[in-house]
């Protein structure tokens, strides 16, 4: 199966942007559904944006507006550009891949933490 690693995270102040990168072992043409999801300590885990094969996409209304999530799947990469962004988006920002076969399968996380 695909291994996931993200990259891009960090220290922002608020207002300012990320660009999130997830990068798969290989191809993703075979995985409809790619997303990223993020968690805060003491919270459930949240969908962020996804977005399949067909190019539908589905962000969460807390980040509407100011994010834009993009794939490319000869590269095997999932972008997540984070733009505005506020204090409590501050998480452990997970890469994931879903291609019907199992369900979900993970990167290790990269942190973002939004300064006010």
């Known amino acids: 199966q695909v291994q996931l690693v993200e990259s891009g995270g960090g220290l922002v102040q608020a207002g300012g942007s990320l660009k999130l990168s997830c990068a798969a072992s290989?191809?993703?043409?075979?995985?409809?559904?790619m997303g990223w999801y993020r968690q805060a300590p003491g919270k459930q885990r949240e969908l962020v944006a996804s977005?399949?094969?067909?190019?539908?996409?589905d962000y969460a209304d807390s980040v509407k507006g100011r994010s834009t999530i993009s794939r490319d799947n000869a590269k095997g990469t999932v972008n997540l550009q984070m733009n505005d962004l506020k204090p409590e988006d501050t998480a452990v920002y997970y890469c994931?891949?879903?291609?019907?076969?199992?369900?979900?399968?993970w990167g290790q996380g990269t942190q973002v933490t939004v300064s006010s």
């Open positions: 977005i399949t094969n067909a190019g539908s996409t």
């Open positions: 994931a891949a879903n291609g019907g076969r199992g369900g979900w399968t």
């Open positions: 290989r191809s993703i043409f075979d995985i409809n559904l």
